[in-house]
């Protein structure tokens, strides 16, 4: 919807060498991405974060400290999103596909060295192996516009 910004949140959640993802199909291309969505309003991120991965991984989690953030602006300005990525915990559960007939088509563990072949949106596998490689202590940071076509 032209004037406003979606504010998406997604989640960081790891085991050992695997990292959780999504993969979502959209106008043909496939690809993956960091499972979440979109922030309700009056909904904390947080919250957002941990209801979303009941409703698409069917798992209960527990949201974390901000990791980084990246916008989404194409330069003729018709959408913006606002993309928010939190350290998360999986408390219970095995993720899994809980939703049919959306963009999301399934869940997936991927091991680190897979992320460089991927088709990945937002882009930024290279902050997100950066993190994962500090063990997490890195600083919380924006990323600027990753839009891509």
Known sequence: MKGSIRIRVAGVFTR??????????????????????????????????EREMREECAVQTRSGRLLFMA?????????????????????????????????????????KAELPGLVFFPDFREELLRHWNSGFTVGAQSLGNLWQD
Request: charged letters at 30%.
């Open 16 to 49: 050992g060498d695997e990292i959780l993802l999504v993969k979502h199909v959209r106008d043909d291309q496939s690809y993956w991405l960091l499972p979440g969505g979109g922030v309700d309003y009056g909904e904390t991120c947080a919250q957002a974060l």
């Open 71 to 111: 916008e989404s602006l194409p330069p003729d300005r018709h959408r913006q999103i606002l993309n928010i990525t939190l350290l998360g915990e999986l408390l219970e559960g095995e993720p899994r596909l809980n939703e049919s007939g959306g963009r999301l088509k399934g869940v997936a563990w991927k091991k």
